[in-house]
């Protein structure tokens, strides 16, 4: 029987450590070098607190950065420790730094303790100002960068005194040990350096190189829960339902391990996203407005022990509308019905459906023109004639908008007077005319333009027009008498002439 046990515990054994060999990292005791000793966070093992290694963060030194997920522990020290093992070889004084990143407003700090004691700020021992048993806040000012500038906080005084600089005595050579304990959820550290106060180094450089390592001991597993494979990180979309169940090789060591979820900062899961703790299997059904990143926390306990791991959901929210083609400027033409569908322009890659409003620069759109659904439409008269700058809004619905702007041109189309010549139209208006005549043909490229009286003499002659637009003729500048006349204009490029009258008030 006793042999029986045994054999199990050393199957259980070999067995753990096997499963172990990718995430359960040995700890290791780092030595001083050129009087600095430098560790990378991610060097040891997480397992037994609410930390996870990630590395998705740019900037990192090392193979990542680890991040405390097991919410906030206000006026809390000593909860999910990790201890860090170092050799000290100079004796004295060393300045500790820590490397870091809040990406929030509240997420800015860690407990950390030197269990020898030795911390000093600059305003003296710091025993009174920790939270007991040599805790202090470590803390960082910056935001959403990495930052190497840790300051504490005297405790029990008032928020906004000075931050101190962070200094600790080790009163020999010998190993020592740092520890370090979830406050703010969230929080990302990088890595941290002690360096000798005489020593001419200075600062937080992340180019300085891991501290060489010995003595380093595969983490003990028998007995406990632990984490054996990561959990992956996933990207969905919303508006669709996702299963995920946890892989059964996640955690290692327990005989019937229970699962529960939770989000990164301890909060419940949101209401779009469930967990089944008999089967270990996540359902999503985010909407759109839930688009955005997700810490998704993943507890295992056995025994009285535990594990977790995060993974982040990717959540890819409402994609606005876009453009289906370019929306060109278009024109209407006086007395005549102008309607134009904006829907061929604009797509939803969501398939949603778009609805459309209109504005002008001045405010609402002109009164002739109206908007239904995705239809402009409405009847232009003479005084509307000129440009206007439509702003058009194209929504989802879901939050996703679009705006573009595009002209109509309100160009005259009351035939007062109507000629054919080759199938093709010659349009003056207004006529009979005071001042300014306008002038359109069906032609294009250059021509001349001539005005004759009745007694066929030329008053008026013109050899640079341009059929393909409008041709504005200023009657009073060419300084002509009441009377009809006729307008002839001739095309260079073919044999089309325009012969119209024109009735001069
Ligand atoms: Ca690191
Ligand atoms: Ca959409």
């Not at 193979?63 to 000593?78: H, K």
């Not at 101190?164 to 370090?180: K, L, W």
């Not at 093709?424 to 294009?444: A, C, F, Q, S, W």
């Amino acid at each position: 029987m006793k042999n029986n046990l045994l054999i199990k515990a050393i199957i259980f054994y070999l067995f753990g450590l096997n499963l172990a060999s990718a995430q359960v990292t040995d700890s290791c005791t780092f030595i001083q070098k050129d009087s600095i000793i430098t560790v990378e966070m991610e060097s040891t093992n997480l397992n037994g607190g609410f930390w996870v290694v990630q590395n998705d963060l740019p900037g990192h030194t090392g193979s990542g950065y680890i991040r405390y997920i097991g919410g906030d522990a206000t006026g809390v020290a000593g909860k999910s420790q990790l201890t860090y093992t170092f050799r000290v070889k100079e004796a004295g004084r060393h300045s500790f730094k820590m490397r870091a990143f809040r990406e929030n407003y509240h997420d800015n700090d860690v407990w950390v303790r030197f269990p020898h004691g030795g911390v000093i700020t600059k305003i003296g021992n710091d025993s009174t100002g920790t939270m007991g048993s040599n805790w202090f806040k470590a803390m960082i000012g910056a935001r959403n960068e990495w930052y190497g500038f840790v300051k504490t906080q005297h405790l029990g005084t008032s928020w906004g005194e000075t931050f101190h600089d962070i200094y600790v005595d080790f009163p020999e050579p010998g190993v020592y040990t740092v520890q370090f304990s979830g406050r703010a959820s969230m929080f990302r550290i990088d890595r941290f350096m002690l360096y000798y106060q005489k020593s001419s180094f200075f600062g937080m450089n992340p180019e300085n190189a891991e501290s060489p390592k010995e003595n380093c001991e595969p983490y003990n597993t028998i007995g406990r829960v632990y984490l054996s494979n990561p959990l992956l990180d996933y990207t969905i979309r919303s508006g669709e339902t996702w299963t995920y169940t946890i892989p059964e090789n996640t955690f290692g060591g327990g005989t019937s391990i229970g699962y529960s979820s939770f989000l990164g900062n301890m909060f419940q899961l949101p209401s779009w996203l469930s967990f089944d703790q008999k089967t270990h299997t996540f359902t999503a059904n985010p909407a759109y407005e839930n688009g955005g990143k997700y810490t998704i926390l993943v507890k295992a306990e056995d025994n009285g022990t535990y594990a977790v791991d995060a993974f982040t959901l990717n959540i890819l929210g409402n994609r606005p509308p876009e453009h289906a083609s370019a929306i060109s400027d278009t024109a209407a033409y006086t007395g005549q019905s102008f309607t134009y569908d904006l829907s061929p322009y604009f797509s939803d890659a969501d398939g949603n459906t778009l609805s459309y409003s209109v504005r002008s620069g001045s405010g609402t759109i002109p009164t002739w023109l109206s908007l239904e659904g995705s239809t402009l439409s409405g009847v232009p008269t003479n005084a509307d004639l000129g440009n206007d700058t439509i702003y058009l809004t194209v929504s989802d619905d879901f939050g996703g908008s679009l705006v573009e702007s595009f002209i109509i041109t309100v160009k005259y189309a009351v035939v007062e007077s109507l000629f054919k010549n080759n199938s093709r139209k010659l349009y003056m208006y207004p006529n009979p005319v005071d001042h300014i005549l306008n002038i359109r043909t069906e032609g294009n490229g250059k021509g001349s333009m001539a005005l004759i009286d009745n007694m066929g003499k030329i008053i008026f002659k013109t050899d640079n027009v341009d059929l393909g637009n409008d041709i504005v003729l200023d009657l009073e500048s060419v300084n002509i008498k009441p009377g009809i006349y006729t307008l002839k204009i001739k095309a260079n490029n073919s044999a089309s002439e325009y012969n119209g009258l024109v009735v001069k008030k």
